[in-house]
């Protein structure tokens, strides 16, 4: 008999793997489900991204080991973004750490950074490694509530005192997954003070901070001055470039918090392939104009998404960044718990699969989150579904 580890008991299924059993299961029945629920980007990486690829793996010499911290140019083209992207400076060598997707690095820095006991500060609703990352490695999770009357940033003075002062480690993420709320500089400001106060490690996720639209330009919070002092920043070319399936992602800033996770990360794995590498080199160089056009697709979605969501009786409106529109369930449609149930309906009847609130927390129940990164035909057809079943 193999016994689980007792951190298991207390860990949940990720919801979105259950999710995806009970789609597939739907499927199995022959049911032409589209998929809505999952951030997946639908669109290839730009060209040069995938013959960069192709022209490396050609090269007998790139099939070992990728190194523990990644190619030199990787971590200088991670560094120039930056400084393009963010007018923030980062040393290469020290502030800069290409990882396997940003995921793993999320989780990675729970067990570079906390103990048995100690706490985490963490959005609700919020992305689920969040917590996961700090229930494997032993700590207590506090969440903070992000709600609409607040523009879905947290009220940082509301925070106990008792858990803000025992805290070792706060996650923020802007633009917000699952909301689309955004966070200014003014905020981030405010949140490099709070971590300074109570000695805290800020870990600001963004892998949506170049996916935004009509003119909206998200910040990094290292570009806060001394930000670097209290932050560490996450980053993935997944949504920005249209390479969820690569699995690369970068971390920056803070040079400790740097070092912490190298160290744990060159325990568990071997860094990335080689071309992988060169492909993500191609990828930093990439001009604004091919994200704008992206942008401009997703927006298109978003508004169709919007405009039928609106026909149901949904007060829905378009998000100034993120792939997804967070959508408030109207009583008439049940309201509150029953968005759940709204969304078992939609896959059920209709064959269109959404995320329910819930899986981000309690904050987000009486939520469904529907991604834009489904083909634009796709979308317009679930939305007929959807009106179908009014």
């Known amino acids: 008999m193999i016994l689980k580890a007792e951190r298991l008991a207390t860990l949940p299924p990720y919801p979105f793997a259950l999710w995806s059993a009970q789609v597939a299961q739907v499927e199995r029945r022959g049911v032409d489900v589209i998929r809505l629920d999952i951030g997946n980007?639908?669109?290839?990486?730009?060209?040069?991204?995938?013959?960069?690829?192709?022209?490396?793996?050609?090269?007998?010499?790139?099939?070992?080991?990728?190194?523990?911290?990644?190619?030199?140019?990787?971590?200088?083209?991670?560094?120039?973004?930056?400084?393009?992207?963010?007018?923030?400076a980062l040393d290469p060598d020290a502030e800069v750490l290409p990882l396997i997707g940003s995921k793993e690095g999320i989780v990675n820095l729970a067990l570079a950074c906390l103990d048995n006991g100690d706490v985490v500060l963490a959005p609700d609703p919020g992305y689920a490694p969040y917590a996961m990352g700090a229930m494997l490695a032993g700590a207590e999770v506090v969440t903070f509530p992000l709600l609409a009357e607040h523009s879905f940033l947290p009220v940082l003075d509301a925070i106990p005192r008792v858990a803000a002062d025992k805290a070792k480690l706060m996650w923020l993420n802007?633009?917000?997954?699952?909301?689309?709320?955004?966070?200014?500089?003014?905020f981030l400001t405010q949140a490099v003070e709070f971590g300074r106060d109570h000695g805290i490690l800020i870990a600001y996720d963004a892998p949506y901070c170049d996916v935004a639209y009509d003119g909206y330009v998200a910040p990094s919070i290292l570009a806060v001055d001394g930000a670097i002092d209290v932050?560490?920043?996450?980053?993935?070319?997944s949504k920005t470039y249209n390479m969820a399936g690569w699995r690369i992602g970068m971390?920056?800033?803070?040079?400790?918090?740097?070092?912490?996770?190298?160290?744990?990360?060159s325990n568990v794995d071997s860094g990335l392939f080689h071309p992988l590498q060169e492909a993500a080199i191609c990828a930093l160089a990439t001009g604004p104009a091919w994200i704008e056009a992206r942008n401009a697709t997703y927006r298109e979605r978003l508004q169709i998404l919007v405009d039928g969501l609106r026909e149901v009786g949904f007060d829905a409106s378009l998000p100034k960044a993120a792939l997804y529109l967070w959508a408030s369930v109207p009583e008439a449609l049940g309201g509150g718990e029953s968005a759940t149930s709204l969304a078992r309906l939609w896959l059920e009847q209709a064959g269109v699969a959404v995320a329910p609130g819930a899986f981000f927390g309690p904050s987000g129940a009486g939520y469904v989150r529907i991604s834009a990164t489904a083909p634009t035909e796709r979308i317009r057809e679930a939305m007929a579904r959807i009106k179908a079943l009014a």
């Open 41 to 88: 980007p639908d669109m290839a990486p730009p060209e040069p991204v995938v013959a960069a690829l192709c022209a490396s793996a050609q090269e007998s010499a790139h099939h070992g080991y990728g190194g523990y911290r990644g190619l030199a140019t990787l971590r200088r083209a991670m560094a120039d973004y930056y400084a393009r992207r963010f007018g923030v």
């Open 251 to 265: 971390a920056v800033g803070n040079r400790d918090a740097i070092a912490a996770l190298a160290q744990v990360k």
């Open 231 to 237: 932050a560490i920043e996450f980053n993935s070319l």
């Open 174 to 186: 802007y633009p917000n997954n699952p909301t689309g709320g955004v966070a200014d500089l003014g």
